[in-house]
């Protein structure tokens, strides 16, 4: 039984490690991509600015301008703390109260066991 328990752990985190590392090996090679060519044009400009001028209509200013300062990365920021607090209160809920439920329920206090006859 403690074999087996060791096992799932060592495999989850190991499909943890590779994950990330899945995950950070794009971003490391693609770091210098967009200098080698220039400077990279997203499809705002590219596409949506160009159509709305060709049907006569002039680009407006955001309501929320995040190209100024740190906003962005403050909302993001939030945005990760609220989803890391729903993730760990319901990881918790799932987990950790799953298995204390479903221990209560297999011997209760006062109730009397089986008994062989």
Do not use: W
Not at 23 to 31: D, F
Not at 54 to 67: F, Q, R, S, V, Y
Not at 104 to 113: F, I, L, N
């Amino acid at each position: 039984m403690r074999t087996s328990r060791n096992t799932k752990t060592m495999f989850a985190i190991g499909l943890i490690i590779v994950l990330a590392v899945l995950a950070i090996v794009p971003t490391i090679l693609q770091a210098n991509a967009g200098k080698t060519k220039g400077d990279y044009v997203g499809i705002d400009a590219s596409i949506m600015e160009a159509r709305a001028e060709e049907e006569g209509h002039a680009a407006k200013t955001p309501l929320i301008n995040t190209d100024q300062g740190d906003i962005l990365l403050f909302v993001f920021c939030v945005g990760g703390l609220i989803a890391g607090g729903l993730m760990g209160y319901f990881g918790r809920a799932l987990l950790v109260e799953g298995r204390i439920d479903k221990h209560d329920k297999a011997v209760t206090p006062g109730e009397r066991q089986p008994t062989a006859s």
